[in-house]
């Protein structure tokens, strides 16, 4: 049964010149999974909107969004409230009580229900959604992750036909967010609803998908099950082919001609079993790791591993960090622990680990917002330091995206200011190089999330720092963009930029970083250039180290899988 039929749909927003929508038809099915993804600016979140009446944007429209073959512009009120929901791309825009038990009960209210029947479906949604142990907490004091949850319940206890969600994971850092859309997917297998997702995050979300709709310019490139997508995308080499998920992307044409394309590790692996069959395994690279650190003379122990203490010259040093403590209240357990750390001149030091750790933290001391209660930080004559927070709305202070830049301008010290047209220049060199300047005119506060975050960094490199602090600054990113700032960031450590970063994205830091290191319960506990580290963890490492290290365990990108496995795929061709 058809659930959503869309026709010929054309739009185009007030005062743009270009078509945000052009000539879209699709037809969505009862309980299909359906994902659309695509470039930031695409025209998803447009597209989404089209299908939920109290959401659609004003503009210049033709074409026509059916629900169960009644127009959405003339659905009943009642009807598209309770029967199509819709969760936002921000977690905090779409709570409007204080607590969390009143915000399950809110849209159930608003339909006018029976107290028998709120209380009810309140009871079942806070059970399956596991919201018990914080049922009766302040909205303000729960997690990101835990926000979004909150908001999915909601919607979802007016039990909708369909769900449509906005990048609902894109604020979320990735434990959140695969929690997160693990939930969606058994809505859908468990309930049967349908399921519309715009997202970024396509390694947790593509194996989940029935069917894949790419955007492009407002248009359908590409639409079908994910395996055919991700060949179709391929033989266009289309930029977005960069977007599929790391197991996609490491298998050549030749090494799946005939097979369906994985898309998880899994059938990743049982495929990589045929290709490798009957093959001896050449003892001189497996196991092959790199151990040398640049700028570094390093200890190792009995067992050959590197010791996590770096021992650097003074004059190749930007930061030094000695015996580091620091707890936010007098009587809480030290957040950070007798932290020694040592950060060289000109490059990417990636610092990973789970939520709670201490990154952030540590990030914060860094900058100066915070002071250690006990060791000291220790900072090379002439550093300057800019820090890009894990909310990019906390540096937001103007009214539209070009004085942001500006106003990041502002205070650069004796030796370092400029006149109006060095400013007004670097304001357009930072624009163009963040892919928005397009928006200048744009308030930074009606920006996606991953425009926003482009805009904070823009801002904070206009300040000229020699010590960039980055707290997750990959998050909300599209798969393209991704690329750029990694090609950014190498470029300014070339230059003798000094750029830390705190990061979930493993993929990322394996691609681009110099050093990454693990931090675990407020301290260091292993710490190496990139490929070392990766290949030196069996479960905190990239999907293509996990895909094929049975057989080569240097390899950590999806590009040396990639050319691995096309080698030993020659007898396919």
């Not at 859908?188 to 715009?198: A, Y």
């Not at 894990?390 to 205070?411: K, N, S, Y």
Request: hydrophobic share 35%; aromatic share 8%.
């Amino acid at each position: 049964m058809e659930k959503i039929r869309i026709d010929n749909l054309t739009f185009q927003y007030p005062l743009s010149e270009t078509l945000a929508l052009s000539g879209i038809t699709l037809s969505i099915q009862e309980s299909e999974f359906v994902v659309a993804c695509g470039k930031s600016g695409c025209g998803k979140s447009t597209l989404l909107r089209q299908m939920k009446k109290a959401l659609v944007p004003y503009g210049e429209k033709s074409g026509e969004v059916r629900y169960e073959g009644e127009l959405v512009e003339e659905l009943d009120p009642r009807k598209d409230a309770s029967e199509i929901g819709f969760v936002l791309q921000n977690p905090e825009s779409q709570i409007v009580t204080d607590k969390v038990w009143h915000e399950l009960a809110f849209g159930l209210e608003s339909l006018g229900l029976p107290n028998s029947v709120i209380k009810r479906r309140v009871a079942e949604m806070a059970s399956y959604f596991g919201i018990n142990s914080w049922f009766r907490k302040d909205v303000a004091s729960l997690s990101g992750g835990q926000k979004q949850m909150l908001n999915l319940a909601s919607v979802m206890a007016m039990q909708p036909k369909v769900l449509i969600l906005d990048e609902p994971a894109s604020q979320l850092d990735p434990i959140a967010a695969t929690d997160f859309l693990n939930t969606v997917y058994r809505i859908n297998r468990d309930l049967g609803t349908t399921v519309i997702i715009s997202e970024h995050r396509l390694e947790d979300v593509f194996p989940m998908a029935d069917r894949v709709v790419v955007l492009d310019k407002g248009q359908v490139l590409v639409e079908g099950d994910p395996s055919f997508v991700a060949k179709d995308l391929e033989n266009r080499k289309h930029p977005m082919y960069y977007g599929m998920p790391s197991v996609m992307r490491s298998f050549p044409k030749e090494a799946a001609e005939g097979e369906k394309l994985p898309l998880t590790i899994r059938e990743g692996r049982l495929l990589l079993e045929k290709i490798m069959a009957g093959k001896e395994q050449d003892p001189s690279e497996k196991g092959k790791k790199e151990n040398t650190y640049s700028h570094a003379d390093t200890e190792t122990d009995e067992t050959g591993d590197t010791d996590v203490r770096r021992r650097l010259k003074k004059e190749e040093r930007s930061v030094q960090v000695k015996e580091l403590y620091f707890r936010y209240e007098r009587t809480a357990e030290p957040v950070i622990r007798g932290l020694n750390l040592e950060i060289a001149t000109g490059e990417l030091f990636c610092l990973l680990g789970g939520n709670g750790s201490g990154k952030s933290t540590t990030l914060k001391l860094l900058a100066g917002l915070l002071k250690p209660q006990r060791g000291k930080i220790e900072r090379r004559d002439g550093i300057i330091s800019a820090l890009v927070p894990q909310d990019p709305q906390a540096l937001f202070t103007e009214i539209t995206v070009e004085e942001e830049v500006l106003e990041g301008m502002a205070d650069m010290g004796a030796g370092r200011q400029l006149d109006d047209g060095q400013k007004v220049e670097r304001v357009n060199d930072l624009l163009a190089l963040m892919e928005i300047e397009h928006l200048r005119k744009a308030n930074p506060y009606d920006l996606s999330g991953g425009e926003q975050q482009r805009l904070a960094i823009a801002k904070v490199m206009a300040f000229e720092p020699n010590l960039l602090l980055l707290d997750e600054p990959t998050k909300g990113l599209d798969p393209f963009f991704k690329r750029t700032l990694g090609g950014i960031l190498k470029k300014l450590t070339g230059n003798g930029t000094t750029v830390f970063m705190v990061s979930h994205d493993i993929d990322f830091c394996a691609q681009y970083a110099d050093i990454c290191a693990m931090f675990f319960d407020g301290d260091i506990t292993s710490l190496g250039p990139a490929k070392s580290f990766f290949c030196g963890n069996s479960y905190y490492t990239t999907s293509a180290n996990r895909l094929v290290r049975r057989w080569r365990n240097d390899i950590i990108t999806c590009e040396e899988a990639r050319e691995w496995i096309g080698g030993q795929a020659k007898p396919f061709k």
